[in-house]
């Protein structure tokens, strides 16, 4: 049995639980077995509908009110024992590492992180994994009898849906808090960074906060996520949750625009694994250049305007 933690936000799944749920269903299909997949909490999205992803059965965990690692770990644990799950995967967000390592502990599983392709083999589990901040690859080897996957988000992406609805189980369970939540932030109307297949990303290239309407207007036109390097967030001219890097949120899109950026290695760490970098600065020795497919040596306040006009009479 392969089991999938659906993660669901505000009630919600996003395209990293699709994208969970398809790569279960393709190690279940690849065994000759079933992909379970396990929603705890609120949802307001159709359970069922996780079927035209692959799953072959939902089971909806009710009781916890709001995520929290030990008591995730514990009721999606336990379920893995209860059905002998031989796999388990889990989607690589924010609550998804954190739930990785405790989860192990609770269903006595191996554990293989940052992995970015279907396994190689089944007994024992061999799969690729990013290394070294996504700059090499490893071939990782499990011989446990369970062992719990956690997935770069957009490494696979989630195909168009063709499944149909799944089997479905209720059920109530015993989920004592045991941490209080004090204050919670939402980022609200922007497309999540780790989720966003076009990101639109600026430094202190760009002088002040206030001209970052550009950039705002640049990623509107695309239909992309916004974000900055760690020295910007830092200042105050954007929200830490825009922050990409080692130390910040590390993004796999399909397009990635640095603009006024240098090029640390600390940032290059978190967006190396892009599909396609295009990189505008002014200094044609910014490092980087070198790891752009595309590069553009000039003023941002006067190419970004151009561009976004262009762009804006292409995709109209």
Known sequence: MILV??????????????????????????????????????????????GAYGAHKVLHLHGPERFETALYAALIGDVAKELDARLIVVNGTANGRALLGALAVRAEAGVISNVTALPESYSPVRVVRGAFSSKGIEVCESRSAC??????PNALGAKEASGSDAAFEDRSVSAPARATVVEQQLASGTIALPEAERVVSAGRGMKAPENWGMIEELAQVLGAA???????SDIGWRPHREHVGQTGIQVNPQLYIAIGISGAIQHLAGVSSSKTIVVINSDPEAPFFKAADYGIVGDAFDIIPRLTAALRKHLN
């Open 147 to 152: 062992t719990v996957i956690g997935l770069v």
């Open 226 to 232: 916004t974000a900055c390097s760690k020295p910007v």
């Open 5 to 50: 933690f659906a993660e669901t936000w505000s009630g919600q799944f996003k395209k990293s639980t699709f994208e969970a749920v398809q790569y279960a269903a393709a190690c279940a299909a690849a065994q000759g077995s079933q992909a379970v997949a396990v929603v705890v909490g609120p949802a307001s999205a159709p359970v069922e509908s996780l």
